[in-house]
């Protein structure tokens, strides 16, 4: 057993009694009340569910086991010479809520690195989609199609014991999370840059830097990689991707089916698209400007001219952020270091300055802050990632990482099949005293 297993199995071991007795002592106590709004909002802002791998709030941000995202990139252990930690790092930071030594992240790197063989089948799977095909259509046919190579549901048909449901679940989450950056590069190079081929992962890099090199990127394209799959890996486990990778989990499917779903759920325009919608319009006003520069007069026009269209400015707001999101602010940083010329950012920075205001005049947002997606599209144009649809394969690979330590800990604790209680319109209605018979009517 690794070091890393058997840290995480003595934390399961120290934490289950706590699942056990809140049930049993506490199970009949109410935590919230849902409001219709609620209902038919698509169950906003319910507490309904549990995580301890991380926590949004709404003047924080993300906290990735109790540890804000700042905390997050400056204690975990760092490549030799590298501005981003370790991902590798922060799987064990999921898992186990520990930052990690650099012998520890060591060692999983080494454990990776002997799980990301993936069979010939999957690049034939791959390989068989037209070149036309949507990169997360292939990339969840690709995550399907490793489910042969199960260990829980090999171990499940011979009658594996509920109590190590957590560790068949392990060795698949991390055989899988292994294989994800191999299998992400090889669909944008058969897609978008053919002749860069088929590029094997080296054994001396970690993860960032793998991806980096199957991309076919130089420095400091490790780091931005790095920096990527840790500020998307996880936001709690209410947004549609995490909570879509739970919810077919629950019913025991394998982790493979589980996050072919998250990754379906994260393809869907509300969810994983913001950050091509921020470059789309942002090269809108470009293009506008024919050449030059707007002034700060010229940007608050532009604005306002989307606002009164009835449209959103595209990378600001969040439904639980109250504050500029953190991931932007680790993004800007980044920017301000390596491509402060870089006239996407010179935009995305002056519309930082202009936008927030806008949007407390109008009165109708309630964040009027940048969020991720204000600028994770922008920097993957800087380094020559152009292709909008990729973007999101990205952010597929980061949210494994919080997705699958999620379903690692919902097995060990043993949670239930995820079966909500709905009522229909007549019932809601009869709950708040609608009279339908003086409804107006309009045709």
């Known amino acids: ?30 935590i919230d009340q849902v409001t219709v709004a ?29 540890f804000t995202l700042p905390e997050v990139l400056e204690k975990l252990p760092k490549p030799e010479g590298a501005e981003m930690p370790y991902v590798e790092g922060l799987y064990h930071l999921l898992l186990t809520g520990d930052i990690p030594t650099q012998d520890e992240v060591e060692e999983l790197i080494i454990d990776f690195n002997n799980r990301r063989g993936i069979p010939k089948y999957v690049w034939d799977v ?38 190590d449901y957590w560790d068949a679940t392990y060795e698949d989450s991390t055989n899988l999370l292994a294989k994800m950056p191999l299998i992400g590069a090889y669909i944008y190079n058969k897609l978008y840059n053919p002749e860069n081929g088929h590029r094997y992962p080296d054994s001396t890099l970690d993860l960032g830097a793998n991806f980096a090199y199957m991309m076919g990127k130089d420095k400091p394209y490790d780091d931005v990689s790095r920096m990527y799959f840790i500020i998307h890996a996880d936001h709690e486990s209410g947004n549609v991707s995490a909570h879509t990778g739970h919810l077919v989990a629950s019913s025991l499917s394998d982790v493979y089916y589980a996050t072919s779903a998250m990754i379906n759920g994260l393809a869907g325009p509300l969810h994983g698209l913001a950050n091509q919608e921020v470059l789309r319009w942002l090269q809108g006003l470009k293009e506008r400007m024919g050449g030059k520069f707007p002034t700060e007069e010229e940007l608050k ?7 009164k269209r009835g449209q959103v400015i595209p990378g600001y707001g969040h439904a639980v952020l109250r504050k500029t999101d953190p991931r932007y602010s680790v993004q800007r940083d980044f920017c301000l270091t390596h491509m402060k010329d870089d006239e ?12 927030p205001d806008i949007l407390v005049e109008q009165g109708k947002a309630k964040n009027p802050w940048p969020n991720v997606d204000a600028q994770s599209g922008v920097v993957q144009w800087h380094y020559g990632v152009k292709e909008f649809d990729f973007y999101t394969v990205l952010f597929s690979i980061g949210r494994s990482f919080g997705v699958l330590s999620n379903i690692i800990w919902d097995r060990a604790l043993g949670y239930s099949l995820e079966r909500p209680k709905s009522v229909t319109t007549d019932m809601l209605e009869k709950m708040v005293g609608v009279d339908k018979e003086n409804l107006i009517e309009t045709h």
């Not at 120290?14 to 049993?24: C, I, M, V, Y």
């Not at 026009?301 to 606002?307: A, E």
């Open 126 to 163: 791959i390989d068989s989609f037209p070149s036309d095909s949507h990169p997360m259509a292939i990339l969840s046919a690709a995550v399907m199609s490793l489910q042969r190579e199960s260990v829980f549901n090999v171990k499940y048909k011979k009658g594996m014991s509920k109590m």
């Open 344 to 355: 996407l950012f010179k935009y995305v920075d002056a519309l930082y300055k202009v936008v």
């Open 1 to 30: 057993m690794s070091k890393l297993k058997e840290k995480l199995y003595n934390k399961i071991q120290n934490h289950r009694p706590r699942t056990t007795k809140l049930l049993k002592e506490h199970g009949d106590k109410v």
């Open 301 to 307: 026009k532009y604005v306002w001219g989307t606002l």
């Open 38 to 66: 609620q209902a038919l909002g698509g169950m906003r802002g319910i507490k309904s569910l549990v995580t301890d791998i991380s926590y949004l709030d709404p003047m924080e941000g993300i906290r990735y086991r109790g």
